[in-house]
């Protein structure tokens, strides 16, 4: 039962961290290697949340804003002029995401900074006493999958993603706003990113290189799901099982990196990844 709920709650984890990119990945076509920023600057949205005495839940609603006027203000200045060319763009999102980790190493430092945990204590399921906030992030992890299911499928907004995502110049020629669709699918994924490094908190240390390694796992999740939120929800549960058995059975370590080892392999074998039909 613990392996299980470990496995499920990892899977919820990566689930969180990698969606906000999959949504920038599927409508506009490029890898947003600031992700890892956007990540770094929800969690110190928490930081600042902590230091100001609020309750720390309200670092939520806080990081999610913050990340979506700033990637809404990246968008505009530096990713719009560079859609068709996909390349400067993931070298200018690098780039974006090494000045947003000065500025904040700027403003608080090298040190690790701690925050109080969202939710501390345990849950007895089926006679195993078991962490509550990985709990929460799991139904958290669900309620975001429902969420971007619903706005993907039922919305006016989904609507004009996905023909942004089939063919653009049609959609641009339907009178659809590509540019507008493009400005809010990117302050959206901006602002799950910064939403999961809050929720990243209570895990893991809070430094200005924290996004530096979630980046790399979401990034070949990503690229296995290959656009697909059905196909992302499947790898992360795939993966997230390997790490936590390799890391249970085999070392830490190598589970550590598993994410990424896996999804290479399964890249090689099958370019569309786990979204091929």
Known sequence: MLLLLDILTTAAILFIVAIGLLAIFGVLKIINFAHGAWLTVGAYCAVVTARLGLNPWLALPLAFVVGAVLGGFAEQVIIRPLYRRPLDAILATWGLGIVVGQLITLGF????????NLLAGTVT???????????????????????????????????????????????RSLGIDTGRVRLVVFMIGAGFAALAGVLLTPLTSVDPN????????????????????????AACLVFGA????????????????????????????????????
Do not use: C, H
């Not at 089926?126 to 299911?149: C, E, K, N, P, T």
């Not at 996004?211 to 790399?216: A, D, E, N, Q, T």
């Not at 074998?269 to 091929?276: A, V, W, Y």
């Open 109 to 116: 430092g090298r040190d690790v900074q701690l925050t109080p």
């Open 125 to 171: 399921i089926l006679g195993v006493d078991y962490s509550a906030y990985r709990l929460v992030a799991l139904g958290i992890a669900l309620a975001i999958g429902l969420l971007f299911a619903l706005t993907i499928e039922r919305t006016r907004l989904g609507l004009s993603a996905r023909a942004v995502i089939m063919n653009e110049t049609l959609a």
């Open 210 to 233: 924290m996004g530096v390694s979630w980046l790399i796992g979401a990034f070949m999740l990503v690229m296995v799901a290959d656009a697909s939120y059905l196909a992302l929800a």
């Open 242 to 277: 390997a790490q936590v058995l390799i890391s249970t059975f085999v070392s830490p370590i190598l589970g550590s990196i598993a994410v990424a080892v896996l999804a290479a392999l399964v890249l090689r074998i099958s370019p569309k990844g786990f979204s091929r039909a």
